[in-house]
Nanobody
Framework: QVQLVESGGGLVQPGGSLRLSCAASGRILSINVMGWYRQAPGKQRDLVASITRGDSTNYPDSVKGRFTISRDNANNTMYLQMNSLRPEDTAVYYC?????????????WGQGTQVTVSS
């Protein structure tokens, strides 16, 4: 099992910045890819950023150049630095870990943290 705990959400004005953190515990070595997803009311949960064990990163065009994903392996923590925030970035942000589980894989999720971008 993998446990994920997010922190760092809040209210920020347009153009501002926030940094989200995701602390992982449990079977850390089973994790292949970690990522951040977000879900706005009435919408599906979408990928915001991902990072592999080899530190390859991936971003959708909507956040490319504004968001940066990183990880601190010594502290088993993943971060999402969000700059130049826009009202459309408002959503609940979820930490995800895609990990080996038996002969396959399993996705683990954090509880989510609210990010609100508003003046």
């Amino acid at each position: 099992q993998v446990q994920l705990v997010e922190s760092g959400g809040g209210l920020v004005q347009p153009g501002g910045s926030l940094r989200l953190s995701c602390a992982a515990s449990g079977r850390i070595l089973s994790i292949n890819v970690m990522g951040w997803y977000r879900q706005a009311p009435g919408k599906q949960r979408d990928l915001v950023a991902s990072i592999t064990r080899g530190d390859s990163t991936n971003y959708p065009d909507s956040v490319k150049g504004r968001f940066t994903i990183s990880r601190d392996n010594a502290n088993n923590t993943m971060y999402l630095q969000m700059n130049s925030l826009r009202p459309e970035d408002t959503a609940v942000y979820y930490c995800n870990a895609h990990a080996r589980y038996g002969m396959g894989y399993r996705d683990y999720w954090g509880q989510g943290t609210q990010v609100t971008v508003s003046s």
